[in-house]
């Protein structure tokens, strides 16, 4: 079975940081651009940002650049986020996902580009 699993979520004061993982189950990640997404309470999914197959980024959302990071470990099948300087507006639930092919035209922002999806993992921003 194909799966993809997020963890790493949790509660954080502003300004802490998180680091997300995001493994694979049932497929090899390094044919695959994974996507980070997030979706809030009454809010459309965003597309955060997406690193290719060969490691290449590319950022989707003005508000997390500089703060996020996307980084993937093809040995470990993983893939991370490192979340730093977290706001309250960055409480959400997240939510990687696959998009099959190589090169950044597998990435999107976009969520109906992609092929398996996690389940998500809350992240909760507040004092």
């Known amino acids: 079975q194909l799966q993809l699993v997020e963890s790493g979520g949790g509660s954080v004061q502003p300004g802490g940081s998180l680091r997300l993982s995001c493994a694979a189950s049932g497929f090899t990640l390094d044919s695959y651009a994974i996507g980070w997404f997030r979706q809030a309470p009454g809010k459309e999914r965003e597309g955060l940002s997406c690193?290719?197959?060969?490691?290449?980024?590319?950022n989707f959302l003005d508000t997390v650049k500089g703060r996020f990071t996307v980084s993937r470990d093809n040995a470990k099948n993983t893939v991370y986020l490192q979340m730093n300087s977290l706001k309250p507006e960055d409480t959400a639930v997240y939510y990687c996902?696959?998009?099959?092919?190589?090169?950044?035209?597998?990435?999107?922002?976009?969520?109906?580009?992609?092929?398996?999806w996690g389940q998500g993992t809350q992240v909760t921003v507040s004092s």
């Open positions: 690193i290719s197959s060969s490691g290449a980024k590319i």
């Open positions: 996902a696959a998009s099959r092919g190589r090169g950044l035209l597998s990435c999107s922002g976009y969520s109906s580009r992609y092929d398996y």
